[in-house]
């Protein structure tokens, strides 16, 4: 079984910053691409950044330049830097993996974490 915890969500104003964090444990060979996406009240959940294994990333274009993925492969987690925020990025942040177990890849997600950007 695997799991992954997120962290870091919070209230914050605008033009603040927060840092999310995921962490994956369990019966983990490999992960490949990570990813985060959120989900505002009333709309479809949206990726809103990703990365590699070899530390390959795309962004949504309403994020670009705000934004940074990372992640650290020892660790099996992946962050995500959220600069200069905006009332328009609250939402339920989750984090996915696409972990390998037992020599298939499996998708997995976060519980989620709120991120709410007062103006």
């Known amino acids: 079984q695997v799991q992954l915890v997120e962290s870091g969500g919070g209230l914050v104003q605008a033009g603040g910053s927060l840092r999310l964090s995921c962490a994956a444990s369990?019966?983990?060979?490999?992960?490949?691409?990570m990813g985060w996406y959120r989900q505002a009240p009333g709309k479809q959940r949206e990726l809103v950044a990703a990365?590699?294994?070899?530390?390959?990333?795309n962004y949504a274009d309403s994020v670009k330049g705000r934004f940074t993925i990372s992640r650290d492969n020892a660790k099996n987690t992946v962050y995500l830097q959220m600069n200069s925020l905006k009332p328009d990025d609250t939402a339920v942040y989750y984090c996915?993996?696409?972990?390998?177990?037992?020599?298939?890849?499996?998708?997995?997600w976060g519980q989620g974490t709120q991120v709410t950007v007062s103006s």
């Open positions: 996915q993996a696409f972990v390998v177990v037992v020599g298939n890849e499996y998708s997995y």
């Open positions: 990365v590699t294994s070899g530390g390959r990333t």
């Open positions: 369990g019966s983990i060979f490999s992960i490949n691409g």
